[in-house]
């Protein structure tokens, strides 16, 4: 198979679409486009030389279900991957950027605001190479009001060349890309209310308009598009640390989080999505985003408005540390030296994600408590060593869930993945140090039944079934 672009009849397609930045959205978007356009031949590049390799191989970079079938039936066709950014900008009629834009962590905003070097970067590697008029797509999460910034330094050239700027933010949910990219609620494209902004803004439809029906094309202004992408995830985040509240009053109530969570989600003003009490929101965005839209509140002077979104991250601050700290008074308010079992590792379920993981900060202050901690994941094994290297303390990584539960104090459920349900929990109980505990930080086992075989079984917001 051709995987290289060297050799690409590239007359034969109707534009060149192509993307920077080969990562969880650029490599799952740009796979679903290239299937479901073979009109259009899409390139997509990343300054990570060995991330492209695999991208070329059947060891992809990142795993997503469903994703290798999606790249296997476009790559070589009209689907290529490469390290040649320069010579693909030169090319490419429409560039999708897609790289990341992660919490500044020094200087101005340090903490809070997004850092825009790599997206800066891009521009400026654009604007070098570029010989003819492109459309510029932002696909990367972005602060409002970027475009602008980007458009003065694309149109600052003076090769003649016009640079169309257009906000389309990506919605996908890692661990449901590919579904989400095939079937979106919607699909946001803003555009500058200009003649050249329309035309722009209508190449973009087109594309899109291959598989997605015109009704969830939505076209709004720029500005409301690059901001509607930072709402959407503030407002997924806010959902969780609001379930996740009530999960500490329920405890001290007796009320149960999982008949709370029912009744409240019958609503239909309200909803049942996103109202699951858990350990806590994770991966790459909803804190990022949420820290994002605080640092803009605030620099337009909006305190008020900056507060009341902060609060959404400190809520999932505490929600992890009371987890942490349950486990501890459970365990007779001394781990030092327990084998405390992690049963997921990976910021949610189908993906082996670890940005941001709730299971990170657990980890850490599970060790700081001198515990023994094993860690095990379907999927995340690997990065997990990565996020924890040159830590200190006694902590190990296994494979096998069952292996990581013999002589363990406890099993942490951090992970709400579907093969924990259903694991030999009889057998698991035999192989562990006695009185075992069950935290199930996702409150996805079957509690009673793990309460019968003889744990002691601590869910989320609901009261604990003790033997003690
Ligand atoms: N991960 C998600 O679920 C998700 C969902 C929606 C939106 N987003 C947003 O999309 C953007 C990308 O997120 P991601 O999770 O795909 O990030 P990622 O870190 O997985 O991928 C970004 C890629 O860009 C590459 N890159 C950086 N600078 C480059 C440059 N100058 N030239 C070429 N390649 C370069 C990096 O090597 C990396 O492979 C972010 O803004 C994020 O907020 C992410």
Redesign the pocket.
Known sequence: MKRSNERINTKKFKKHILC????????ATMAVIAARCPQYLVIV????QE?VKRWQSDNL??YEPGLLDVVKSARGKNLFYSAA?EENIRKADIIFV????PTKLFGEGAGKT?DLQ?WE??AR?ILRVSESDKIIVE????PVRTASAMERILNSNDKGIHFEVVSN??????GS?INDLENPDRVLIGAQQTEEGQNACREIVEIYENWVPRERIITSNIWSSELS?LVANAFLAQRISSINSISALCEKTEADIGEVAHAVGKDSRIGEKFLNASVGFG???FK??ILNLVYICESYGLSEVAEYWERVVSINEYQESRFVQTINKALFNTIANKRIALFGFAFKANTG?T?ESPAIYITKKLLEERACVVITDPKAIENARLELEGLDGNLEFQADPYQAAVNAHAIAVVTEWEAYKTLDYQSIFQHMEKPPFIFDGRNILDHRKLFEIGFNVYPLGKHPLSHL
């Open positions: 920077i930045g080969a990562g969880y959205v650029g490599g590049v990343d300054i990570n991330k970079p990142i950014i897609s790289v990341n834009t997004a790599y970067k891009t590697d696909k990367s999460t972005l933010p990506e919605f996908l949910a890692e890309a992408k991966g790459s965005c990022k985003d994600d940005r």
